[in-house]
């Protein structure tokens, strides 16, 4: 069963369009922003600023939320830290699966060599869509060499000693900056598999689009909120104030400070720029990325290429690079936007283990309704036990 | 870049302030290049770098030095390459004595002036062999430098005078090159290194075997810099530090070799091509001095007829440029009317303006997309000077604070200028952006790029074009009937673009008109195609030489736009580069002397036996049936001239210069010095600062003791300026927009977490800092990202300050501007002022306000003992006794101006006095 058939069953959506998701792959991230200012630009959101500095690195709009659709998160982490999360990258990889890396590697099909994030339990990882899986298999790979990429590669690889990811002598990786490092890595919404918002949207405004993403209707939404409670990764918000226009309008007037915004009251996340994947165009954010950081297509393409990449930054001995939202048994049945992360969720402000609050419906429903037959039948041996009497 | 193996970032912060080129970086990477990061600070490139190594800034000399003394001791560099194709087997005259000998000044030096005659750093050739014959066409240095001669070689090297230069192949003779070059750079040791810059020998050795290894045949190295390198007192050294390395080590002329000089705008590369700088004419020609009274004066003072290559065809390329400018008013009787280009007659850069500006010899200033009151150092320098104007045009985006610091800037607010007071008239000229105009736009790689007016600029809005159109038909309308002689280049200029549909003179005419056409003969009025077709005998004409070909057949070749994903990856169709679409320059070097590639995996352009003529992936940089071996006559001169193995055609010996007899003016191999204000002494020499170094010693441009001297724990620590990819300069295209401005809000300071301690700062909350400039204030960011070096046995503690801030009351957001606290001192090569290092304190708090901001810095000043003389000696080895006055800064600073400085309390009286 491939993902996107699984996905059709899971959600009940027929549609003759692959799903689109984003990979966004932190390991190249340059933090420039530029994906939410083209964001911001495309959609009008109004700004989200006092116009002061927030005290968190060079991050001043602190999160996603109904005028940011695209947060780029800064953190700053020195040795140990570093080391924990190159141990606990490892560890998701150890998890009884082939071992990736150099020299000792098996030859073994990567059927289900996992690097998913600690979002999925272990246990399930093994499904399919799990890191790893790609046929360019990090454990066929050769360990180290000029030449790591998947494609656009001019160059021989090899020669003297240029490869990135060099080799120690006893043939482990060695790493040039061990001491510090300034993690960037930018949010947006996650177009889940099981979205919570959807599923408790009470008018009908969010739907789900023929590319397998979630939208707020605008002309629908009634601005409840419950939402905002139902979607785990806190994406979701209604929108309450702000300012469009920018304060000097060329030309013309300068505007209040108090301009209405659109959609104010309304609840507000980012689209995945549906008016422009209507239009067969790139979402903003993806198409403003300099360095490729954000990466646009179709979701099994994106999840190819994510696996492919974690397997390739294990290979160089960077251990910490895991997936998050590529596991399809996760609390959300995997995400339309797939991240490569290099520490735990958490130090991204991203939950651990995401779970849609209507998860446990089915199961409740199962429980109430055998407590309602439990129920029937005892009335009704009540009723034959009194007879008898 | 992208073909790099390993690419070393020096002097710049390359993702973030050029983010969109870094993709280069970022696909040399993923290739399986190493990346690595020199900087003071950790900053977003670090964070995607293989390795960060923090440095001390403005001490880069020395880090680049050992690496060429570690490639030279270790035997590492590509002789074949090193021998053929540079000055390393040159000798160099017996008058010559190193910085090594002297104590820090090369031979030449002339304390009078405070500068070099180049004489004794010239080649020895066959005819005489002692160097002297050039000697007279060796230009006194401090001309060159009012001149800021070191710029004028943007499109070829200078003129070495006559003669054949004399050889030793063997490298063996003590006065060749490369000789001289082992002897100069041998102090240069990872010890020193440590000791200097702050990075261990550890970290020195990871660098050095990272460049050597992928250096030669199969593996190039990448350098790229930006103003983290130009932006000091001898910033053109620490470029030519590396193109000294880049040459030993077989690095130039090659895929994935060179410097990459990234540029800081969009366009700035264009805007020195075709110049908006006070000493160049379009292409590189120099502005004519007032010695150069007839076009053959000229022609001859910046090229010799036997020099190799084709500048010496630097005539043709004069002709046509006035052939341009003033068509059939240009004649040969009347010497292509030459005498219509105005001549200059010292330094008329943008500090030496500001200087005549305070002595009020200046009435008007046009401000172009500049805002120098956030923008330039000394920022209150910048305003009290423009207060001295009679009028000001500000055309911008915004209501930049160069606009309205009459009102709102900071001496408004501590009282020291009152605008009922100020005489200045501000005119604001709303400009268009760059997508409510059309026209070019050329970047670092020289490649340059079309791009069409998407819509049509708001209100009055008017772009450079039309304006400066509109300007000079009102100015000729003016002296239309005038027979005022000086009037004359005015009405003979030609003026007459078409215009578009909305009524804009239209640019694709200007560009036409930038790449020449004939005049005469069958092809008359048809475009030229290539450069070597302008005659000096007005039969064609052509606006910048080098620009020529990009409009050939009459395409604008700069508009082309085929994806790269449809051609090879030289891409020569996506726009045009200058010269002749060539993507490498100097790409004769990519082939070993026999005209083989040296390796398969570097291929790109070779000798083609069979066909007899070079050929390639990019575009041959040589005369295409010039054979490897040929060796011709090389006095004969010009192109004609270039030997089979001289690849770098634009050189007058056709060779790379690692020692360069002539065109630095502040030494022929560059040599550490510690920058203006230093918290240690000089390593190498008793010579503290560059001798050569332009100064202006005035009281309100007053420099703090470096080293050991007295007062300079006054302001213990260094501080260093940047941009964030946030903001762009001095704010006038970011500070105004809402989306940008939300991003980076407020003017901050980057510190460690040891000085944080120190100091008693606390992260996020307010700070002071105090240079003897001025004092500002600034939020703390408290950051691992900051490291504290040890240096000379001294804890340096560095301080980042991004300057996009500026008091004002327009734009979204405004702070203090970084700028106000750095003084006035500048490059002599090219007159580039000091951006990157300066001395300050930091004390917890915000600044007083009003007048008592002034109050605390003249406390400092006292305090630190300053006088107008601190730090302004050119010679500071006490031995010399050669510092009789050091005012007699004639050709470069400047001290009879009226002091603008501090004078707290009395700064209304002052003001009013000078009325």
Known sequence: MTPTSAFADDTHWDHPHPRRGFFTDTSICIGCKACEVACKEWNRNPVDSDYEILGSSYDNTGGLGADTWRHVAFIEQTQDRIEEARESGRALVNLGMPRVG???????????????????????????????????????????????????????????????????????????TPDFRWLMSSDVCKHCTHAGCLDVCPTGALFRTEFGTVVVQEDICNGCGTCVAGCPFGVIERRDDGLVEPKTQRGAAPMPDTVKVPQDGIAQKCTLCYDRMK??????????????????????????????????????????????????????????????????????????????????????????????????????????????? | ??????????????????????????????????????????????????????????????????????????????????????????????????????????????????????????????????????????????????????????????????????????????????????????????????????????????????????????????????VGWTQHTLGAQFIRTASILQLLLGNMGRPGGGIMALRGHATIQGSTDIPTLFNLLPGYLPMPSVTAQTLDDYVDGIRTTNQKGYWANARSYAV???????????????????????????????????????KDQVEGYFLLGQNPAVGSANGRLQRMGMSHLKWLVVRDLNMIESATWWKDGPEIASGELRTEDIDTEVFFMPAATHVEKSGSFTQTQRLVQWRHQAVTPPGDAQSELEFFHELGKRIRARVADSDDPRDRPLQDLTWDYPLTEEGEPDAEAVLAEINGRFLTGPDADKPLSSYTQMKDDGSTAGGCWIYTGIYADGVNRAAMRVP??????????????WPANRRILYNRASADPQGKPWSERKKLVWWDEENHTWTGKDNPDFPLDREPGSHPDPQQGGPDALAGDDPFIMQADGKGWLFSPKGMLDGPLPTHYEPQESPVDNPLYTQQQSPTRVMFPREDNLSAPSGEAPGTDVYPFMFTTYRLTEHHTAGGMSRWLPYLSELQPEMFCEISPELAELKGLEPYGWATIVSPRSAIEVKVLVTDRMTPLTVGGKTIHQIGLPYHWGAGSDAVVSGDGANDLLGITLDPNVQIQNFKTGSCDIRPGRRPRGAQRDELVREYQQRANLTIMTGMERITDPERELNDDPLRARDSGDVAGRSTAYTAGTATTDQGEDK
């Open chain 1, 102 to 176: 150099p020299p000792q590697a098996a030859s073994t099909p990567a059927a289900g060599g996992c690097a998913c994030g600690s979002a999925a339990p272990a246990d399930d990882a093994a499904g399919s869509g799990c890191a790893c899986a790609g046929p360019s298999s990090a454990t066929t790979a050769p360990a180290a060499g000029g030449c790591g990429s998947t494609g656009g590669c001019g160059c021989s690889s090899g020669g003297a000693g240029g490869a990135s990811a060099g080799t120690g002598e006893d043939g482990s990786p060695v790493l040039d």
């Open chain 1, 279 to 389: 239009e067969d165009q790139t979402p903003a954010c993806a198409q403003a990325c300099p360095t490729t950081s954000i990466k646009y297509g179709e979701r099994e393409t994106m999840l190819e290429s994510a696996q492919q990449r974690v397997a390739q930054l294990h290979e160089q001995g960077r251990t910490e690079a895991r997936l998050y939202g590529a596991n399809p048994k996760d609390g959300v049945g995997g995400t339309g936007s797939i991240f490569l992360l290099l520490d735990e969720p958490e130090v991204y402000g991203l939950p651990p283990d995401p779970r849609v609050p209507t998860a446990d419906l089915p199961r409740m429903y199962k429980r109430a309704g055998m407590a309602v037959a439990g129920m029937l039948a005892l009335g009704v041996a009540a009723f034959a036990a009194g007879d008898r009497a």
């Open chain 2, 1 to 226: 870049m992208a073909n790099a193996d390993c690419i070393v970032i020096q002097g710049s912060n390359m993702a973030e302030c050029h983010p969109v080129g870094f993709q280069w970086v970022a696909e040399a990477k993923a290739r399986g290049a190493k990346v690595i990061h020199v900087d003071p600070r950790f900053t977003r490139t670090s964070a995607v770098a293989d390795k960060h190594l923090p440095i001390r800034a403005g001490s880069d000399i020395v880090l680049l030095g050992a690496l060429i003394n570690y490639v030279l001791s270790n035997d590492l560099w590509f002789h074949e390459y090193v021998v053929s194709y540079t000055n390393a087997a040159t000798l160099i005259s017996e008058d010559f004595e190193d910085a090594e000998d002297l104590n820090g000044l090369f031979s030449g030096y002339d304390p009078e002036s405070g500068s070099y005659h180049l004489g004794s750093w010239a080649y020895q050739t066959e005819d005489d062999g002692s160097g002297h014959e050039g000697a007279e066409e060796h230009a006194k240095g401090h001309e060159q430098r009012a001149k800021a001669g070191g710029q004028q070689f943007g499109s070829g090297g200078a003129p070495v005078g006559t003669g054949t230069p004399k050889r030793d192949k063997t490298l063996q003779h003590p006065r060749t090159v490369f000789q001289i070059l082992k002897r100069h750079f041998s102090r240069y040791t990872p010890e020193m290194v440590r000791e200097t810059c702050g990075i261990s020998e550890e970290d020195f050795a990871y660098l050095a075997r990272s460049v050597t290894e992928n250096s030669g045949r199969d593996r190039t190295t990448c350098f790229a810099y930006a």
């Open chain 2, 320 to 358: 046509n440029l006035l052939k341009s400018w003033w068509g059939d008013a240009a004649t040969a009787e009347n010497d292509y009317a030459y005498d219509y280009i105005p001549r200059i007659n010292g330094a008329h850069g943008t500090y030496q303006t500001l200087m005549a500006m305070l």
């Open chain 2, 564 to 577: 790269g994903q449809v051609q090879d990856e030289i891409a020569s169709e996506w726009a045009w580069a």
